[in-house]
């Protein structure tokens, strides 16, 4: 897809997705059904959470974090891509960029902490179980959570203001829908030596720790469960674990592809790549994660009965 429009100094263009201009309405209504399907999903996870009693517990608490986390993730890209592909105006200013750059961050790793602070949740309910409720008390559940948050905007705005100062060549034109870290770091004139460090060390921070915290949880359930073989609690924690394990694959697996093993020969890999992390595993979330759960279909069940009601 050739770009119609030219940047200024004070501008990026973002090329977008590397389709042709005839197929552009087709992907704008793929990706815009995928975006509602998204919001939709994550806002009714959340919205059941709240509501209902029977999910008033730490596992849906962290949930409920997830969901929400997921529709900002989701948001801070894909708006401003449908836009430019059906305004064909594939500008975005130099403060946009950054704020972009700045959410992008912030919501990514934010998604990584908290999927470890669940699986640490679903360690404590099965290796810890008598004492779950001791030890998984609303505080820590909190302290969790704003721990995540307090993390994740450190990593971000840390990244932000060493990217500020940085000036940018004639060139800058990036090869994506959104402003990515890396592709600007390119971009820039400036010796950007400490930038590449700080991704380096913080990367490994919001990706890697987290990660090997979700490994560990799984080993030491592993082991618990090898401990007292049944077939019964094999079941159980399969059908408890299954679907974390899931989003942990897609999620990290596509991160480590795109940052650490980059294709620097084929873009169009990498842009696949972001995609199936920043667009579709935010929407697979809803399903893969809650609404095949018995506890959420219950409450949703319970919500439709109570909507009903209230108009008889």
Same mark, same amino acid.
């Given at each position: ?41 994550? %806002? ?117 203001? %060493?990217?500020?100062? %940085? ?13 990515? %870290? ?131």
């Amino acid at each position: 897809m050739r770009p119609e429009n030219q940047s200024s100094a004070s501008e990026f263009l973002l090329l977008g997705l590397p389709i042709l201009t005839e197929q552009q309405g087709m992907f704008f209504t793929l990706f815009l059904g995928i975006y509602l399907t998204t919001v939709l999903g994550n %806002l009714l996870i959340i919205l059941l959470i709240r509501l209902d009693s029977h999910l008033q517990t730490p596992m849906y608490f962290f949930l409920s974090h997830l969901a929400l986390t997921d529709v900002s993730f989701s948001s801070v890209t894909v708006p401003k891509m449908l836009v430019n592909m059906q305004t064909h105006c594939q500008s975005i200013t130099h403060t946009g960029c950054i704020l972009q750059v700045y959410f992008f961050i912030i919501f990514g790793c934010l998604d990584s902490f908290l999927l470890a602070v669940m699986a640490y949740d679903r360690y404590v309910a099965i290796c810890h179980s008598l004492h779950y409720n001791s030890i998984m008390r609303v505080e820590l559940c909190v302290l969790l959570v704003i721990g995540s948050w307090v993390l994740s905007c450190a990593i971000a705005l840390s990244h932000t203001l %060493l990217l500020v100062p %940085l000036s940018f060549c004639a060139n800058r034109t990036i090869p994506h829908f959104l402003c990515d %870290l890396a592709v600007l770091l390119k971009l820039s004139c400036s010796d950007t030596s400490i930038n590449d460090l700080l991704i380096f060390v913080l990367g490994g921070m919001s990706v890697f720790l987290p990660l090997s915290g979700i490994l560990f949880s799984y080993v030491l359930i592993g082991v618990s469960i090898l401990r007292i073989p049944s077939t019964k609690r094999f079941c159980k924690t399969l059908s408890t674990c299954g679907s974390h394990l899931s989003v942990v694959f897609i999620f990290y697996g596509t991160i480590i592809g795109l940052y650490y093993f980059p294709s620097s020969s084929n873009s169009k890999n990498n842009i696949i790549a972001s995609i199936m992390y920043m667009v579709i595993t935010p929407m697979l979330n809803p399903f893969i994660y809650s609404l095949k759960n018995k506890d959420m279909k219950g409450a949703l069940a319970r919500l439709i009965k109570r909507v009903n009601s209230c108009y008889k």
